[in-house]
């Protein structure tokens, strides 16, 4: 069968079933081939080293391709292999990680490490079932190794993805209820001899051709079969339900020494911040009145409302945290009650040597951000403050 150029639309009394998806598959890699992104963690045809692919998707997951590239570099350096990163302390891997997000990602990299090393000789296995029995691997990251690093015909479905193929079948659905369908088209679609090089295709075509907004659609392989085009559709599909955000607020403690170091601790709570380093802090959802009911075990402190709150927006959350301050002696009894709650005093000079999450980074930049005196702060009237906004889950 011969294969007309990219943008070439066949009637479907011409082509149907398998040759129609045979003859979409191959206008995308023929796309691919002149467009395809050079991507650090990229080559043609299937990856020879799996580690490489692994690393570079789970760091991909709600992480923009440029904010992804220098981590990669630093990573691979700092970790080359299984065996390095396996054998790595948990906080090197943590520190090396922040400002990156959805730090559980980082934590499932080193378990999984670990188990590869500890039951399969460091290697991976190759088929998507296999896969999926490692620790923090799921549905799309199986595929995405078996796909790329082995040419194995394994779906996978991002977001790219879902754009490009609700689109291009017009399936107009909310994708909570069209998402299997949509695999089931997308595994169909995949090319049965260029596996790895049509993942690449077709989450290259979503990032920069299909986007969410102004797509590109008179240079898209698929513009004389797309469904959503024909139909005038393309604003509305993929029809995807937003997420209802909860607004939390709450109390940060910064608590200083004699000398200036700063008390922290490393958060024991189970989520997605688990591990890391922090100021004590504590949030609850509700208004002011809860937050008064907010309070740390060191009662003869004398908290000083620093006039400052950071906001840091989450997948589903809207967090405001607002900062206070103390300062305990070293003959203090609430010097003694702050240590039993687990932690230690450092130096402003080695925060760098703590996995810090981003939250906590602008709580720094917060409070070193005004040079006035205790006292001045306790009298702003008006509360300055700091915004980060990262999309990862908070629990």
Same mark, same amino acid.
């Given at each position: ?90 906080? &090197? ?194 208004? &002011? ?80 951000? &005004? ?25």
């Amino acid at each position: 069968m011969t294969i007309p150029s990219n943008n070439a639309f066949l009637p479907d009394d011409v082509l149907s079933g398998k040759e129609k998806r045979l003859f979409l598959s191959s206008a995308l890699l023929s796309w691919y081939n002149q467009n395809g992104r050079d991507l650090p963690w990229r080559v043609r045809g299937a990856h020879p080293n799996p580690y490489v692919v692994w690393i570079s998707e789970i760091m991909l997951q709600q992480t923009t391709v440029k904010t992804v590239i220098p981590y990669f570099y630093r990573f691979l350096e700092r970790f080359p292999d299984i065996s390095a990163l396996a054998n790595a302390d948990i906080d &090197d891997v943590l520190l090396l990680w922040q400002g990156l997000g959805y730090y559980t990602r980082a934590r499932k990299l080193h378990e999984c490490a670990q188990f590869l090393n500890q039951n399969n000789g460091g290697k991976f296995p190759e088929t998507y079932s296999e896969l999926l029995k490692l620790p923090g691997i799921g549905p799309y990251t199986a595929a995405s190794i078996s796909s790329l690093a082995f040419d194995k015909r394994e779906a996978v479905v991002d977001g790219n993805v879902i754009r490009v193929i609700s689109r291009l079948y017009g399936i107009a659905e909310s994708t909570a209820v069209s998402l299997p369908e949509i695999k089931t088209k997308a595994q169909d679609l995949m090319s049965e001899t260029r596996a790895a090089d049509y993942t690449s295709a077709i989450m290259d075509l979503g990032a920069t051709v299909c986007t969410p907004k102004n797509p590109d659609c008179s240079v898209c392989p698929f513009e004389g079969e797309c469904e959503a085009l024909a139909r005038n559709l393309i604003d509305e599909i993929p029809k995807i339900e937003k997420l209802q955000k909860i607004n939390k607020i709450g109390k940060l403690f910064w608590i200083e020494n004699e000398s200036g170091d700063v008390f922290i601790r490393k958060r024991e709570e189970a989520g997605l911040l688990h591990g890391l380093t922090e100021f004590p802090w504590e949030a609850v959802e509700g208004n &002011d009145e809860m937050l008064n009911k907010i309070s740390f075990p060191i009662p003869n402190a004398d908290w000083v409302d620093t006039g400052k709150n950071v906001r840091h927006v989450f997948t589903h959350i809207n967090l405001t945290l607002k900062i206070f301050k103390t300062k305990v002696l070293e003959n203090e009894a609430d010097l003694k009650n702050l240590m039993k709650t687990g932690g230690q005093f450092v130096s402003k000079d080695n925060f760098k040597d703590y996995p810090f999450s981003t939250l906590m980074k602008k709580v720094v930049k917060a409070v070193e951000s &005004d040079g006035n005196s205790d006292s001045k702060k306790r009298n702003s009237k008006k509360a300055k403050s700091v915004e980060s906004k990262t999309f990862c889950d908070f629990e």
